[in-house]
């Protein structure tokens, strides 16, 4: 069995359909790293999690090929037998997937026989890649809906208009459906004519749109901040402690430590000093950590006999510890600067928020000038 049939095979098990939108964007920033090293920069995206069950599986697989094309399919097959990462069920999708073009589809065409003036309205407000009007006409919309609950004593809520925050915060196949709940809302209280006539009213350009062929592309810049984001949140334990370690053993740094741009100037000269590969950083790290337990093996067995080592000894080793450790805290830093963004080109926005988080845990005292 090839190396993709082996692991299509494991992906069959379990029912596994594609990793969770996190892991599998995880996955498409090491295809991209393997893709850019062989001077290549395409590496096919993930797809946003309503783009439904075929499409998904169709990109996942296509990601596999590309990884097998280019020989790096050994790292892609080390990253998806991680234990840690999770999957999206082919079973849960089949049951509860949400595939706007096909739901769209479905909703539109059950009507074309039953109902041509709801088809023909329904037609109208998702064809020429429409997905909601402006929100200032949107709730023109929402005003009509409410008007006529309000007059017919309905009991059932005219669905609102996605707009004001959640304008911002609901994908467009989201805001997409909600206008067709409107408009079915319409039909079924006798008010579909108005409502066919409002929507039409508006111009062109006071319609969203968006070509159908992105909306199932994952947003790449939102997941990167989000990733970011997410990635510091979880670092800020060992930064505080990699602070404090610096503090304590290099007292040279403190001017550092005194005003914000000066911090960022030190975060800054850190990260030239130090930044190399990340998997090299990483050994680095791990190299100086068995040090350091070898050095505390010593300065137990100094203490234990004492009267069988020099006087300098046991200063020496822990001199070599502290070294040690100093440089640890360091190289920590980094290691996070590049796991937040492997091609960053500036420190400033983690300086930033590394400052506001000692601020905040009353670490540091800023200065103003």
Known sequence: MSGLEALKSFISIDNKLVPIIEDWYELYLLGCKCMKQRGNDYFPKPLKSNAGLEKKRDRFFKQLMCAQDNEFLYEVDAFLRNPKIEWVLESHEQRFGRNREEELHRRIQQYETTNKQLFNTLKYITSEARINPYPRFWKEVGELGASKQKEQKIEEKFPVPLILAAYYHVSNANRQLQLIDQVEYAD???????????????????????????????????????????????????????????????????????????????????????????????????????????????????EQEPEAYKDSEMEDYRTCVNTAELLIAKLQIVLIIQEINDEITSTESFADKYWDLLVERHIVDEKFL
């Open 188 to 302: 079924r209280y006798g008010f579909l004519e108005e409502m066919d006539a409002l929507l039409r009213s508006f111009d062109n350009k006071e319609w969203e749109r968006c070509d159908y062929s992105f909306l199932d592309d994952i947003s790449i810049s939102d997941f990167k901040f989000h990733r970011e984001e997410k990635i510091f949140d979880e670092s800020k334990t060992k930064l505080i402690s990699a602070f404090s370690k610096i503090k304590k053993l290099e007292p040279t740094s403190t001017i550092y430590f005194e005003m914000e741009h000066m911090f960022a100037m030190f975060i800054a000269r850190l990260y030239d000093l130090y930044s190399i590969e990340k998997d090299s950083l990483t050994a680095l790290i791990s190299k100086h950590e068995e040090e350091i337990k070898l050095w505390n093996l010593y300065i137990e067995a100094i």
